[in-house]
């Protein structure tokens, strides 16, 4: 299951994790969040030993969205080594999420 992170602790969560994390940035509104939303929990499941995998609502969480510049979801960012690595604008299919984070694997 992804874990929820929030403006507080999302430097340890995610930056300090000490492997690949993958940050879904949503909203309880948006259509497209919702169609990736079993795709993020999927590759939760699927890479737990390997990565961090977190979602953060901008709603409730505007310090972070701001921070990363974060303007259209959903949004997801891939990070390694505490430092952005790539990112995903918009609902696309997993294969290509997957693909991105397998590339931080590597």
């Known amino acids: ?3 929820e992170v929030n ?3 999302f430097d340890e969560v995610v ?3 000490g492997k690949p994390a ?3 940035f949503w909203a309880e509104w948006c259509g497209p969040c919702r ?3 079993p795709y993020i929990e999927q590759i939760a499941d699927e890479y737990k030993d390997r990565a961090v995998v977190a979602k953060v609502d901008v709603d409730n969480n505007p310090g972070i969205a ?4 974060i303007r259209n979801i959903p949004t997801v960012l891939f990070f390694k080594d505490g ?3 790539d990112k995903q604008v918009g ?3 997993k294969s290509n999420l997957v693909s991105k984070l397998e590339a931080l694997l590597r």
């Open 83 to 85: 430092q952005l690595a």
């Open 35 to 37: 169609m990736i939303a």
């Open 7 to 9: 403006d507080s602790n």
């Open 15 to 17: 930056l300090n994790a």
């Open 91 to 93: 609902a696309v299919p």
């Open 66 to 69: 701001a921070r990363f510049g």
């Open 22 to 24: 993958v940050v879904d």
């Open 1 to 3: 299951m992804a874990q």
